[in-house]
């Protein structure tokens, strides 16, 4: 009895794929491709005025009413666009000593940016004053080695998070610096600081095996590269002790590269870090793309920076 | 019997038909953006902005005294116009904030040379010129020292070879950069008192190698940031006319 149901619901499955089309490629999987696009800034440190043309060094640049065109432009061409900062929101013009971080919350807010992990300069008003300005930032604060939880910020960030864009599923977590000798202890109190290479490893398990993330981000302000500090860990070094970290956002060092750097990781394969200077006088603009056919993907991922 | 698998396979092509097929990142692609002029202002948000920065800039322009000069940090060797203003302003706003809240007074006041962070001009006196002397958020302290921890201070000065800002200190050095007094309130500083020494947060934490206030249970947080003091300073005062004086000099002559 249900062997011959069987049998009639397959001859219909049967019936149908031949008339659907000229075999079984057409009916079966139509290749179906997906672009993810991300776009980042790091130390943007208060700076919300293009820079006057008088300025030795960056004159004519950034400005947020600039920036915020541009990321409108990118997300028309791709609504599935993620618009992440790496920290270091705080200090550095006026507007911070006058408004406390107010504003750069709500600019952020009005670009629609996704996620921010936390710098070392966001706690210089405290972490009291990073809280007061909390409820101007309409994105997540995004941070999984800083322990809140003696601290005002407790639950008012995430160790990580899971965007989906086009039914692919996007991982991000956060690393901070180490506060401790950097920054006052009055400013970031029962704040404790967790081992970011032991942080990641759990992120990423959790991201990938749990969550089943396509791509896992990592926001970072830890810094590029301590050269003369070859101990010190850095975007490069966590980078390459870690696997399944497609890319790490960097900031902290106000590092200009010509382009991202393609490092390998503790699996050999190659991911992406990438850091755009200081002062949003750049946006970073890292494209992944997403396709059904595995043929494609056999000779392994293709990086053009 | 025989064609059953083909009918699974067949099934499984139906079943993933119908459901998402998973998707293989195949391929990156990285770049960076100049945020330069080419790109088109966003007018609402220029817009949100603009009430902002008409506040700053009309707050930051306002006149609050005159300068009677052009003051630099390199005007002197062991004290400077501008460093002695800063110093002495710190104690007349810091002083009265102190002596409220615990009835002592500041006895010295110790800032660091490269704390100056800009010249002071010629002329309009703005809060402006606060931030540019002082872009930092450090906050004033008050430390309690013991007589025998002011003598790392003291040889710390006296070895630094640069015009930290000191008030109500007294210090005349040798040529070999030894001490030949240390006065405050025009007294010997003895081991057994205790000195109330205003400084910032940067200092006390060993900014500059100022490795002397530490160990010390006894601070005093003022919550009161230097540049805030350097504005009501500016507030209080018409015209600002600092002089380099004697209060840190070093003795040529070898008789004394």
């Known amino acids: 009895m249900k062997r011959r149901d069987f049998l009639q619901k397959t001859s219909v499955a049967t019936g149908a794929l031949t008339l659907s089309g000229f075999g079984l490629q057409s009916f079966s999987i139509p290749v179906k491709t997906s672009q993810i696009t991300i776009l980042h800034t790091n130390d943007v440190h208060s700076h919300i005025d293009v820079f006057g043309p008088e300025d030795g060094r960056n004159a004519n640049k950034g400005g947020v009413a600039r920036r915020a065109s541009l990321i409108e432009s990118i997300r028309r061409e791709n609504p599935n666009t993620l618009l992440l900062d790496a920290g270091d929101i705080f200090q550095g013009t006026p507007y911070f000593n006058y408004y406390g971080g107010e504003l750069e919350f709500k600019l952020m807010s009005m670009l629609k940016y996704d996620a921010s992990t936390i710098g070392n300069h966001d706690f210089d008003n405290g972490i009291d004053g990073l809280y007061a300005q909390l409820p101007h930032a309409k994105f997540d604060f995004i941070c999984s080695n800083y322990d809140f939880s003696n601290t005002i910020m407790d639950t008012h960030s995430k160790p990580y998070r899971v965007f989906k864009k086009d039914n692919i599923k996007i991982g991000v977590f956060g690393l901070g610096i180490e506060l401790e000798g950097l920054v006052d202890k009055n400013m970031y109190k029962e704040t404790k600081y967790l081992d970011p290479i032991e942080t990641a490893q759990e992120m990423t398990r959790i991201l990938k095996d749990d969550e089943a993330c396509d791509l896992i981000i990592c926001l970072s302000h830890l810094g590029y590269d301590f050269k003369e500090n070859p101990n010190k860990i850095s975007d490069l070094k966590l980078a390459a002790a870690t696997k399944n970290i497609d890319l790490i956002i960097g900031g902290h060092t106000h590092t200009f590269l010509s382009k991202p750097t393609i490092v390998k990781n503790i699996e050999g394969k190659n991911m992406l870090v990438n850091q755009v200077g200081c002062y949003g006088i750049n946006l970073g603009r890292i494209d992944f793309y997403f396709d059904s056919e595995k043929n494609k993907s056999a000779h392994g991922t293709s990086i053009t920076v | ?256």
């Open chain 2, 1 to 256: 019997m025989a064609f059953k698998p083909f009918f699974f396979g067949l099934l499984l092509v139906f079943f993933f038909g119908c459901k998402e097929p998973h998707l293989y990142l195949t391929k990156i692609e990285g770049k960076q953006i100049s945020i330069s002029d080419s790109l088109s202002t966003n007018n609402e948000i220029e817009a949100f902005i603009k009430p902002y920065r008409s506040h700053i800039q009309k707050d930051l322009d306002s006149v609050l005294a005159y300068s009677a000069g052009t003051y630099t940090k390199s005007d002197g060797d062991f004290n400077t116009a501008i460093g002695n203003f800063m110093a002495d302003a710190v104690f007349d706003e810091a002083n009265p904030i102190f002596k409220k809240r615990t009835g002592k007074n500041i006895d010295m006041v110790l800032l660091n040379h490269g704390g100056i962070r800009s010249i002071m001009s010629k002329g309009n006196v703005t809060t402006r010129t606060a931030f540019e002397l002082m872009p930092f958020e450090n906050t004033l302290l008050v430390v309690e020292m013991k007589g025998t921890q002011m003598d790392s201070l003291i040889a710390y000065l006296s070895k630094s070879k640069k015009a930290h800002p000191i008030s109500k200190l007294k210090l005349i050095i040798d040529t070999n950069f030894n001490v030949v007094e240390a006065t405050i309130n025009g007294k010997n500083i003895e081991d057994n008192n205790t000195y109330y020494v205003a400084t910032n947060d940067y200092l006390f934490n060993g900014g500059d190698n100022m490795t002397f206030f530490k160990p010390n249970n006894s601070v005093h947080d003022l919550n009161y940031k230097i540049r805030n003091a350097l504005i009501d300073h500016f507030k209080k005062v018409d015209t600002i006319s600092p002089v380099r004086d004697d209060r840190f000099i070093q003795k040529t002559t070898k008789n004394n």
